[in-house]
Structures are given as C-alpha cells and as structure tokens.
C-alpha cells in the first residue's frame, strides 16, 4: 500500500508545502490558523513508526506549530492528533486566543466555516512564506 492523502482530508485544506516526510497543509477554516501535518506513511499510529521518522516527524510539527505560534493574535497552541474520523495519520496544529470563538472548548468537531478564496490565498501566501524562512 502507498501514500496517498485522505480524501476528506484533502478536500478541507490547500497543500502549503510538501517535505522529504509528507504534507503541510492549510485547513481551510476561517476562525484559526490552522494546520494539518500528515507524515507520509501508511502507519495510522504513532507508536508505529521507525523511531527516526517520528523524530523527523515531531520536527516538522515543531517548525509548524512555530509558524502557527507566531500569527497574530495567537497566544496558545492546540496540537492533537486523533484519527477517529480520518484514520490516516495526520497532526492538527491550531492557533488559539481566550476571546476566540470556542475558547476555552476544543474547535475539534465544531462545524468548518470555510475562508472566502481571497482570504483562503493570503493566509496560504503567508503560512508558505513563513515556513519557507525557517
């Protein structure tokens, strides 16, 4: 079996850049800065991974949650990965402020409200940019 993005994944998020371990993508969701990293395997559990790659793994969600850490505004992370819905392995890292409009909940299986497309591509623009300097 080879890697391949979950659909339903992939049908809610923009790819911001793919690395020699996987996908970074944007969740398309207009309240947070919100990413996605889906580590480029066919194991849907941590624990199942090469010890190297989930090192290599946890890196790339660090350099992420770095990016996620510095938006505007953004004063807390949240970062969970569950697969309950979406079995392929994947991180969520998610930029979190105490007026926000979940806070203190969890945004985890709150309804998506999706960004409009210009504001959809300046937050990619932006996130890319910010990856890209690290």
């Known amino acids: 079996m080879s890697f391949a993005l979950d659909p339903r994944l992939a049908a809610e ?5 793919r690395t020699e371990h996987g996908l970074i993508l944007l969740r398309d969701e207009a309240r947070w800065p919100w990413c996605v990293v ?5 194991e849907v559990e941590f624990h199942a ?6 090192q290599r793994l946890m890196a790339e969600v660090r350099r992420v949650a770095a990016v996620i850490a510095a938006q505007p505004g953004v004063s807390k992370l949240n970062l969970a990965s569950f697969g309950n819905v979406v079995a392929q392995q994947h991180w969520h890292i998610i930029g979190r402020w ?11 299986g709150l309804p998506r409200q999706a ?3 210009v504001a959809r591509d300046s937050r990619a623009a932006s996130l890319r940019a910010a990856l890209q300097s690290l």
Do not use: N, Y
Not at 13 to 17: A, F, H, K, M, P
Not at 38 to 42: F, H
């Open 98 to 108: 105490p007026s926000d409009p979940a806070w203190p909940g969890s945004v985890i």
């Open 49 to 54: 991974l090469d010890v190297d790659f989930a």
């Open 115 to 117: 960004m409009t497309g």
């Open 38 to 42: 889906v580590p480029q395997t066919t």
């Open 13 to 17: 998020s923009v790819l911001l850049q």
